[in-house]
């Protein structure tokens, strides 16, 4: 069964540090891979999709991700948070078949502090 | 702009009371999804839908009804609410396939 991991319920880090959330999935086949953010009472964001290619790929605001199949991974990274980063994100796979249906993991709460 | 709008944002329901929480899409999009939020349990999928006039079971459909009488509108319907069904609710549209799934801002529903 497809299904996403992310074993860090809530990361601090302090403005300017480097940043890594850990993405794990279970899925058979090749995945489709996204990560969303959401800001307090909002709706979820994309910040970056994996297709294919490339196993490093680029989002908004200077995050990225990196593919790795070896270890059914897909980490989130920035180089140098800022306080506006706080948040929660989620990684997610889209299910099979063409319906668009995504599967999350539970999220990391990303708190940044000054 | 891609938009998915949602309403009411907030409510307060009764238990036991009937509660339509409705989507409006200006996207164009042939799916359209409702997704359940909960502290510790992420997103989950209740139903979906493709076309008008047709819905989906997702994951978690019991208790829930929906409801899509045209591309634009899809609705969410607690027949008779519980307690266990207080959560935030989020619609979100697509063109189906692995495209970006565009989401609303969501519907926190306390039903006491």
């Known amino acids: 069964a497809q299904s996403v991991t992310q074993p860090d319920a809530r990361v601090t880090v302090s403005e300017g540090a480097s940043l890594q959330l850990r993405c794990k999935y279970s899925?058979?086949?090749?995945?489709?891979l996204f990560w969303y953010v959401q800001y307090p009472r909002q709706g979820l964001q994309l910040l970056l999709k994996y297709y294919s290619g490339d196993p490093v790929v680029q989002g908004v605001n200077g995050f990225e991700a990196e593919f790795i199949k070896s270890n059914s991974s897909f980490h989130l990274r920035k180089a140098s948070v800022h306080w506006s980063d706080s948040a929660v994100y989620f990684c997610a796979v889209s299910a099979t078949g063409n319906t668009g249906k995504l599967i999350f993991g539970l999220g990391t709460t990303l708190q940044v502090q000054p | 702009e891609a938009a998915v709008t949602q309403s009411p944002r907030s409510k307060v329901a009764v238990t036991g009371g009937k509660v339509t929480l409705s989507c409006h899409q200006t996207n164009n999009h042939d799916y359209m999804y409702w997704y359940r939020q909960d502290t510790g349990h992420g997103l989950r999928l209740i139903h979906y839908?493709?076309?008008?006039?047709?819905?989906e079971k997702g994951d978690i459909p019991d208790g829930y009804k929906a409801s899509r009488p045209s591309q634009e509108n899809f609705s969410l319907i607690l027949e008779l609410a519980s307690l266990s069904q207080t959560a935030v609710y989020f619609c979100?549209?697509?063109?189906?396939?692995?495209?970006?799934?565009?989401f609303g801002k969501g519907t926190r529903l306390t039903v006491v």
């Open positions: 839908s493709y076309v008008a006039d047709s819905t």
């Open positions: 979100a549209s697509s063109s189906g396939g692995n495209t970006e799934v565009f």
């Open positions: 899925y058979s086949g090749t995945p489709y």
